[in-house]
């Protein structure tokens, strides 16, 4: 479900999207913002929606390390990194709603999926190949040899299991306003009925 078709950070997200401040947690945010015309929650709101929007052209980028659309978002378009660092459960917290208004239980899966990829990926480009060492009793221990390349041969059956995802993902897509909030599919009588 697409929450925002077009970016425009130079305006109030409250403004354009009136209906996000009556659901917590993003009410919670709303309305305890004291700011002048609750500029500081909408700035924050867009930080959010640039990061896990799925049409935000950021979305597809790592979460983690010195180049993640976080730390470029909150240090670019926020102007403070050390924000982020500081309320990260209270964005957390608005990361997890944002992205169940938007997701369908298969793009959820296929978000989960990707997240378990990357951090696959970067084990396997930190552990190097060792062979260990012998303890006393003659055994090699610390070997990450026989662990690689049993991950790198399995490597085919997790992106089987991501393809498996996408194309359910893109079905839903391709099917356009006939998916709702759960996966379900309208019925005619919902679809007919459109207020």
Same mark, same amino acid.
Do not use: H
């Given at each position: ?10 305006s109030?997200? +409250? ?11 993003? !009410? ?5 913002d004291?700011?002048?015309?609750? @500029? ?5 709101? +867009?930080?959010v929606?640039?990061? +896990?929007d799925?049409?935000?052209?950021f ?9 993640? %659309?976080?730390?470029?978002i909150?240090?670019? /378009? ?5 924000? /982020? ?25 296929l978000r989960?999926?990707? @997240? ?7 084990f396997? !480009?930190? *552990? ?11 055994? +090699?221990?610390g ?6 390349? !049993?991950?790198? @041969?399995? *490597? ?8 498996? @995802? ?6 839903? %897509?391709a099917?356009?306003d006939d998916i709702?909030?759960?996966?379900? *599919? ?7 009925n459109?207020?």
């Amino acid at each position: 479900m697409k929450i925002i078709d077009s970016f425009e950070p130079e305006s109030n997200f +409250w403004k354009l999207f009136p209906s996000l401040a009556i659901m917590t947690p993003f !009410k919670q945010l709303y309305a305890s913002d004291k700011s002048p015309n609750k @500029a500081s929650s909408s700035k924050l709101m +867009w930080c959010v929606a640039f990061i +896990w929007d799925s049409n935000s052209k950021f979305y597809n980028l790592p979460e983690e390390g010195d180049d993640s %659309k976080i730390t470029m978002i909150f240090t670019d /378009y926020y102007g403070d990194l050390s924000y /982020y660092k500081k309320y990260e459960k209270k964005i957390d917290t608005l990361r997890e709603a944002y992205l169940k208004l938007q997701e369908t239980p298969a793009a959820r899966s296929l978000r989960e999926i990707e @997240a378990k990829i990357e951090e696959r990926s970067r084990f396997l !480009k930190n *552990t190097p190949y060792d062979l260990g060492v012998v303890n006393e009793k003659g055994q +090699w221990v610390g070997n990450t040899v026989v662990i690689i390349d !049993k991950m790198l @041969a399995d *490597t085919k059956k997790v992106y089987d299991l991501y393809d498996q @995802a996408m194309k359910t993902v893109e079905k839903e %897509k391709a099917s356009g306003d006939d998916i709702v909030k759960g996966g379900g *599919t309208l019925s005619l009588n919902d679809s007919e009925n459109d207020f």
